[in-house]
């Protein structure tokens, strides 16, 4: 009996180029899927980045998303509903359901993370008689991001193919997808997921000078949700906020006011602490 291993594809560059390597490499020991989990609220290059790497690899890439059960309590957990490119939703339907029953999610609590792709990752590979500890998920971290490998990797059966299989680095990822005739088409500091929170606030200030609309849902999260009771029935003291330090989306763009603001640029390497603090998001936020 072959094992098995559950790819995460978050739609990045290194992890599709890590679901193609598991192909070429793993897949006459072992019995591999791939799976990619929309949030609602990915870039539309994302999704188009995703469907091109499966019809030109050949992976048979599962596409699902959560299916939040409003309810709280025991067996009212996030399920996993199989879709596919033409009909995922891109319009926040899943982000907000998520956000209606768990709250505003933050750099403390990051249950969008959570909710939208660990569970509902997981809740699909259960779906179809995968049970825990009977795979390994695969994550598309790299040599040069060793650190931000889980420190309980073992126990929870996760595996880093480009750490531990074969070392590649960004400078591999880039020289690889050099080679192919499509890539992904978003800017280094744009990211998958639109306004991510975990952005450095550079990046966040550029995206609201170069795409303002970006923050349109964003927004209109935080007027519907911004006291939305705790499990306890508590309303909280101050409103609830995305960003760091209790900041609101109209906070982020009073960042563009300030004197010393640089914007981004793919090719222009700027960096100052007050700016540049980041929670490691870069190309995509790999969700282990």
């Given amino acids: 009996m072959k094992s098995r291993i559950l790819a995460s594809v978050s739609g990045g560059?290194?992890?599709?180029?890590?679901?193609?390597w598991l192909k070429e490499n793993m897949a006459d020991n072992n019995e591999i899927i791939y799976v990619f989990a929309n949030t609602s609220q990915e870039l539309e290059e994302t999704l188009e980045f995703?469907?091109?790497c499966d019809q030109a690899f050949g992976l048979n890439v599962v596409w699902v998303e959560a299916l939040v059960n409003p309810q709280r309590g025991p067996g009212c957990g996030t399920k996993a509903t199989v879709t596919n490119f033409e009909n995922a939703k891109r319009n926040g339907e899943?982000?907000?359901?998520?956000?209606?029953?768990?709250?505003?999610p933050f750099i403390r609590s990051p249950h969008c993370t959570r909710e939208l792709k660990n569970h509902t990752i997981r809740a699909y590979a259960r779906s179809i008689g995968w049970k825990s500890n009977t795979y390994d998920l695969a994550i598309g971290i790299r040599a040069d991001e060793i650190d931000r490998i889980n420190p309980k990797r073992r126990e929870q059966r996760f595996i880093y193919p480009f750490v531990e299989y074969v070392e590649k680095t960004k400078k591999d990822v880039n020289t690889f997808w050099r080679d192919q005739p499509f890539r992904l088409k978003i800017k280094s500091y744009e990211g998958n997921c639109k306004t991510c929170f975990k952005k450095s606030d550079r990046k966040l200030a550029t995206i609201a000078l170069e795409h303002p609309e970006w923050y349109d849902f964003y927004r209109d999260m935080e007027v519907k949700y911004e006291f939305k009771p705790d499990y306890q029935g508590k309303i909280p003291e101050r409103p609830n906020r995305f960003f760091r330090s209790y900041r609101s989306c109209d906070d982020i763009f009073k960042l563009l006011e300030n004197k010393d603001f640089q914007p981004s640029t793919d090719?222009?390497?700027?960096?100052?602490?007050?700016?540049?603090?980041?929670?490691g998001c870069s190309e995509s936020c790999e969700v282990f």
């Fill in 50 to 52: 995703v469907e091109q």
């Fill in 94 to 104: 899943v982000f907000e359901a998520m956000i209606a029953k768990y709250g505003i």
């Fill in 267 to 279: 090719d222009k390497i700027v960096y100052d602490y007050k700016w540049d603090i980041s929670n």
């Fill in 13 to 20: 560059e290194t992890s599709m180029y890590m679901a193609k």
